[in-house]
């Protein structure tokens, strides 16, 4: 029996090995019996692919099982990117939405996501009732090759019994992102932007969006490539060299990729600098409350940067802290109300649209930035470097073994150190992990992965030098 759960965006697994057409199948079954018992089966489901290899006919055998089981489907008829899809359920008003995704997984590996009629990642009370149905399928079918003596059989041509529909939501989003983000300063200024899309799912909707609006587009790896171009669709610092020389050689303003389903982005600046997101996300809420005027609080998760905190206070504005996962930035971007949510690793999303991470509004919102005003991020960034102060912030990724994993662990529940790097402790938080914040503001962060022996140590502060002798203090506690 395959032990299928959740993480912190969906099911993934390696194709052909436990990521099989009979498992996505199980899958697919476990979420038709959750929106049958909320009554949200009527309404239908969306089912969204991204370029890896297998995932339309992935997406078509889920399709089956909906449709066998009297559950209305409305499918893309090609690669669409996660928060299209997610966008597809609140246009149709659908039960909630199945996108086949490994994001920026390995070419390996592919994915399956529930998304909620809400039209946002699903919280772990809904993929908890989804995995105790996987499970209570698992035994029914085990149960029933005892009885039979091998293998249960399967009901042969199960006729269709409600309707499948082949849609295209990119029409409609394109209309609802336009409406959300204003381009017509885009026109004005001029501006040339190339485009990585990784060859993922998001293939042509910066490009129509931007050149639409008048932009000089150039774009790199727009087309299918299932094994990526022999690296991962991931857009890091460390992965968008090709991106970098291409911005430079263009004399281009700004470069904008997106990962594997497009919902998280990339940024290089007109001079090749990388601008991650805990210096991006902190940019758009300030540019939100003193250029545009806006009001409302921020939400980030425990990993992202206080630097929104110091800008929320200038304008007497709450930031909610949440455990890592856009779930719950999702969840405080419903409630709360938030002007703006992300987190440190490439998620973002704004009032007004749905509660799921867009890389591609997050593009629209970088470019748009940049005509406004006329200058680079970077000179942008040195604007609210020099109102609030400069922060700098890293991740670690520290593999062990899992006994070594078990050790830490059991090590982390009573680790409460006075002081690191010389500096008083004046928070301990356990949100997600241990965090802990010291006397001038620093922080760092210590989590393990849930599916590997990995420990992440996130740290910002108001240096480099200190925050890698924090780093290292900590690990030196830890005995990593």
Known sequence: MVEISFGTDGWR???????????????????????????????????GYDNRFLSEQLAAAVAD???????????TG????????????????AG?????????NPPEYNGFK?????AGPALPHITGEIEANIRRLQEEADAARGREGGSPREA??????????MIDPRPEYFTHIKNLVDLTPLARAGLTVVIDPMYGAGIGYLEALLGEAGVRVIALHDRRDPLFGGGLPEPTGKSLGELRARVLAEGADLGLALDGDADRFGIIDRDGTYIPPNQFLPLLYYHLLFSRGERGPAARTVATSHLLDRIAA??????????????????????????????????LSVRGHIPEKDGILAGLLAARMVAQHGKSLTDLLAEVWGRFGRLYSERLDIRTTEEEKRRVLALLREFSPAKLAGLSVVRRLTVDGVKLVLENGSWTLVRASGTEPVFRIYTEAGGEEEMHRIEQDMKNLLGL
């Not at 079954?29 to 489901?45: I, N, T």
């Open 13 to 47: 697994g390696i194709l052909a090995r436990d990521f099989t057409f009979d498992n996505v199948a199980l899958v697919a079954r476990a979420v038709a019996d959750y929106l049958q018992a909320h009554r949200l089966s009527a309404r239908g489901v969306v089912i």
């Open 65 to 75: 099982v909906f449709v066998a089981g009297g559950i209305p489907v409305y499918i």
């Open 78 to 93: 090609r690669a669409t990117p996660t928060p299209v899809t997610a966008f597809a359920v609140r246009h149709y008003g």
């Open 96 to 104: 909630g939405a199945v996108m086949l995704t490994a994001s920026h």
């Open 114 to 118: 529930f998304i909620p009629d809400y």
């Open 156 to 165: 042969a041509g199960t006729p269709d019994r409600a309707d499948r529909r």
């Open 314 to 347: 200038a304008c007497g504005q709450e930031v909610f802290e949440t455990p890592v996962g856009f779930k719950y930035i999702g969840q405080h971007l419903m409630e709360k109300g938030c002007l703006v949510g992300g987190e440190e690793s490439g998620g």
